[in-house]
């Protein structure tokens, strides 16, 4: 994650994560990118179900829950020895999570165990009941997902309603007191709906939005010739940027975050040194202990059936299953190569990531990207927009 807000708007400074000792236990939420320790935030697919159609998920989910999910016990069991490991956040995930009846109780169960519990959902099943039971187990967060405003949004999901089911999922957490946000994934088909995602964000006085790019897996695979050219993205960004600064500076700051391609860290760096120099070292230093991207180390993810993989889009190759070893022994076996290589990976890399000057900001971005367009996953990101002047490769 690139904290568009926290670099761009100076909205965190480096002093804020020093305060806290920069261990993930001990850190905010906020300033969890910067943690020293780096425990990961795990994701769990706790289900393949869904109840919408969305044309780029990247977890294949289906209408009927697979017959393998792990049950409530495994679940706990999972939480229990996450929290051990201090793993500091639980990010329940799907499909589309709140299809299982054992939510709430998971949830509390990671709260109960200190650790922070967020959901990523479609929104569409948040009644006003089951926002309050939300709230009353101590989740943290609910990232609601939506990719534009109402026509283009549920030609993405593939359910006519969905966005506005969705608005009032968001209106019942609002009403229950839980802090909400969304999620919108970019490409050439929804890029044109980012500013009206900014007007909602302060029309709804939503406080929080994550920009997604486009990863290639699941069914995103089939999205790649829809996905923002080089150029494209950096408009985009400029636009994510101005749009951020224009509502910090009319007293109305959002926190607004790029996720899943770290060539943001430089960008947003570059644009900085431009623009007030004086803050351009804070922004580095920032950036470098955030370490760009963190999957099969800062992150990981663990699917429906118990599968450990490197996030969640890494969902062709596993490192075990948690119904024979526990999350901590797979996490920390170097005895796969693969693993191995994700946790030192910038010795790995190959092309320009090797020679970039970013590469300690970046980590040599999305390796599973690089292995579905080249086979190779230690080929450059081909979604690195970054020219050879601002890499230093050349």
Known sequence: MIGISKLYCGTVEPSDALRYGRHSKNLPSHLLQFSEDKRPVVVWNMTRGCNLKCVHCYAHAKAAAGEDEL??????????????????????????????????????????????????????????????????????????????????????????????????????????????????????????????????????????????????????SRLVEDDLSHGETRRVLDLIMDRTRDLHDRGKPKEVLTVDNHADGPYVYLRVLREDPARAEDVLKLLKWNEGNNSGRGIGCVSWEGSVHADQFWRHY?????????????????????????????????????????????????RVRAEAVTGDVWAPDPACYLTEEETGAA
Request: charged share 25%.
């Open 71 to 220: 049950a409530t016990a495994e679940g706990k069991a999972l939480i229990d020895s996450l929290a051990a490991y201090g793993s500091p956040v639980m990010l329940f995930s799907g499909g589309e999570p709140l299809t299982r009846p054992d939510l709430p109780e998971l949830a509390a169960h990671a709260v109960q165990k200190g650790m922070r519990a967020v959901i990523s959902t479609n929104g569409t099943l948040i009644t006003r009941e089951k926002a309050k039971i939300l709230k009353e187990i101590g989740l943290s967060y609910v990232g609601i997902s939506l990719d534009g405003m109402r026509e283009v949004n549920d030609r993405f999901r593939g359910v006519a309603g969905a966005f506005d089911m969705a608005l009032e999922g968001i209106e019942n957490c609002q009403e229950a007191g839980i802090k909400v946000g969304l999620r919108f994934t970019m490409n050439r088909m929804n890029a044109g709906e980012i500013p009206a995602v900014f007007s909602l964000l302060e029309e709804r006085e939503i406080p929080r939005v994550c920009f997604y790019h486009l990863v290639y897996a699941g069914r995103g």
């Open 318 to 366: 596993s490192f075990g299953n948690v119904r024979e070893r526990s999350f901590p022994e797979i996490w920390e076996d170097l005895s796969n190569p693969l693993m191995a290589g994700l946790k030192e990976k910038k010795k790995h890399v190959t092309g320009r990531c090797a020679k970039c000057r970013w590469l300690d900001v970046c980590g040599g971005n999305f």
